[in-house]
């Protein structure tokens, strides 16, 4: 299953704000509880590796400037959220391990042409959503930008925060970049498969079993791959969650 690293890395960025300035609030104590509880099924989701990702509560704990600053937070990580949780679900219904790597599937069918079409979309898919992170990030700066703090403290955090947006903007598109081996690479296992038909096929307890050495060697380098690519995601996903923790 494809697992985005653009927006958990920016989710991990919203997340690490939010417990930053959480800390260097004066009103601790319940609020601060309250606030943390709201996070918390957010950890639970990481941890378990759910793709899609619960919103988090938007009961504002604060008050003041703090309130203003509570509200931006969780406005902004609700936004990242929802953009991963379609992101995904659209991505995986095109380019999923399952549908790509389904040896059986494919060898029943012996065509090529409707798995490597999905496989077009989904990275047009991951195209799209390139543009919308864009697009969004730069919303959230203006919003930034036009908050009105009176409290110097709050406005210096948001300050703080809307530079790491401005940062975050800049490596956005190379950041992107590392969205596309996921796909792609299930394009290449599909064109291995096509390439070297008759040259393969599925025993009854599941697997490839390849007849040439050179096809075997080449699959199972870019399964491994997609599963190196797959652990580096994982431990995104734990290095968010503990943010919550």
Not at 108 to 119: G, M
Not at 154 to 170: C, D, F, M, P, S
Not at 201 to 213: H, K, L, N, Q, Y
Not at 221 to 244: T, Y
Request: cysteine-free; aromatic content about 8%; proline content about 2%.
């Amino acid at each position: 299953v494809v697992r985005s690293l653009v927006l958990l890395i920016f989710l991990m960025g919203v997340i690490g704000f939010a417990m930053t300035w959480m800390l260097s609030h004066k009103q601790m104590d319940e609020s601060l509880d309250l606030l943390k509880q709201d996070f918390n099924p957010v950890a639970e989701a990481i941890l378990e590796g759910r793709d899609q990702l619960p919103l988090v509560d938007m009961t504002i704990r604060f008050r003041g400037d703090a309130a203003k600053v509570e509200l931006f937070v969780k406005e902004l990580y609700n936004q990242r959220v929802s953009l991963q949780n379609a992101y995904l679900q659209e991505v995986n219904a095109f380019g999923d391990g399952a549908l790509v790597l389904d040896a059986a599937d494919i060898l029943k069918e012996q065509d090529f042409t409707r798995r490597s079409e999905k496989i077009r979309q989904a990275l047009a898919i991951v195209d799209q959503y390139r543009q919308l992170s864009l697009e969004q990030t730069d919303r959230a700066i203006s919003a930034s930008t036009a908050l009105q703090l009176h409290d110097p403290v709050q406005a210096r955090v948001l300050a703080n925060y809307k530079q790491i947006l401005v940062e975050g903007r800049t490596a956005l598109p190379r950041t992107w970049d590392n969205e596309y081996p996921m796909v792609s690479l299930g394009g290449e296992i599909i064109a291995l498969l096509e390439n070297s038909m008759g040259r393969w096929a599925v025993p009854e307890d599941g697997g490839i079993v390849f007849d040439s050495e050179t096809d075997r060697a080449a699959y199972n380098d870019l399964v491994n791959r997609m599963e190196a690519i797959h652990k580096e995601q994982l431990k995104d996903r734990v290095r968010m969650a503990n943010f919550l923790i």
